[in-house]
């Protein structure tokens, strides 16, 4: 996405690709927090601490729909074992507070060569759940309208409930594929009790709708644009004419920790990412990086912004956008 010239990069071209990499990395992934009680309806794995050995499961749910079968006894791994499983995406679910998976391969339907692989991550929390869930939402995915959040799209269907996010992936691409893994999120859905839901609604209504990206709403929990002090952040991106810019919101516990977090990340873009600071109006920042600029501001216990904006008055106006929002004043 973001190429180097042939020449040598100087020190802060350097700095500042590296802190572009890892916004990229950020704005796909992430997140997660403590656990609670499983519900009897599922089994999955229990852990007594990181190092605990998996504890294999019976089937993942007490009975199938109709026309499909296990294929073997479940699998079940903790965070000291989950690269054992799904190697090269381990990071993601682990720096997003992952605390048990368990999977299990099922037979479509009789004569059949088809089949399903189920895996249940116990993410300790809605929040957490949706994080992983809108990070790896593939763009145009169609919503399933199963559990909390859906989706739907070529040979697996997805969803949250409550701390839950569940795959379901088949090895091939078909309607009956398609069908199985319906029925089994619903039988899924309808069996598991969950304490809390997931509900982003009021953070997604804080965005516009006017230049959305579809499908790009996400919720961000660690190292933010590559800032390890900001965390738990939505952030949805744009298109204006041929340009894409970023706008955030997050909120903080009160007024004194939305405006530290506003100085920290302005101090970061320009400490640690070779940003030039620039005028700004009172109470906001900007910041001049690489041809782009980054605005920030806080808004009662509400950080917001806009990241990678073309030009300073794209990204004044944005900003002027997104705290007009946060206010209750929508435009």
Request: aromatic share 8%; with cysteine; hydrophobic share 45%.
């Amino acid at each position: 996405m973001y190429h180097s010239n042939a020449r040598v990069p100087g020190a802060g071209e350097k700095a500042v690709s590296a802190c572009v990499l890892a916004v990229l990395a950020a704005v796909v992934v992430w997140l997660f927090l403590q656990q609670r009680n499983f519900d009897p309806a599922v089994t999955v794995a229990t852990m007594g601490g990181p190092a605990a050995a998996a504890k294999a499961p019976q089937d993942l749910l007490r009975s199938w729909p109709e026309g499909i079968s296990s294929m073997g006894a479940p699998e079940a791994f903790t965070p000291t074992s989950l690269s054992d499983k799904i190697d090269g995406k381990a990071d993601l679910y682990l720096s997003a507070g992952f605390l048990s998976l368990a999977s299990q391969r099922l037979k479509v339907a009789v004569g059949s060569a088809a089949w399903l692989e189920m895996f249940v991550f116990d993410m300790g929390s809605p929040s957490n759940a949706y994080s992983v869930f809108s990070s790896q939402r593939r763009p145009g995915a169609a919503d399933a309208g199963v559990a909390d959040y859906s989706y739907q799209a070529e040979n697996e269907l997805c969803l949250v409930l409550g701390r839950y996010y569940v795959e379901l992936v088949g090895s091939e691409r078909s309607e009956q594929v398609m069908h199985a893994a319906q029925s089994v999120a619903q039988a899924y859905a309808g069996a598991t009790k969950v304490a809390e839901h997931a509900d982003v609604g009021a953070e997604k209504a804080l965005f516009p709708q006017v230049g959305l990206i579809a499908d790009s709403i996400a919720l961000v929990p660690s190292d933010v644009f590559g800032f390890d002090g900001l965390r738990d952040v939505f952030v949805a991106r744009y298109r204006e004419g041929t340009s894409e810019l970023t706008l955030f919101a997050a909120r903080r516990p009160s007024e004194a920790d939305s405006a530290k977090a506003s100085r920290d990340l302005l101090a970061f873009f320009v400490d640690d990412c070779g940003g030039k600071a620039d005028e700004a109006p009172s109470g906001a920042g900007i910041v001049a990086l690489e041809g782009r600029f980054e605005a920030v501001a806080a808004v009662g216990p509400y950080l917001v912004g806009v990241h990678q904006a073309p030009d300073r008055e794209t990204a004044l106006r944005w900003l002027g956008i997104i705290r007009s929002r946060v206010s209750g004043q929508h435009p």
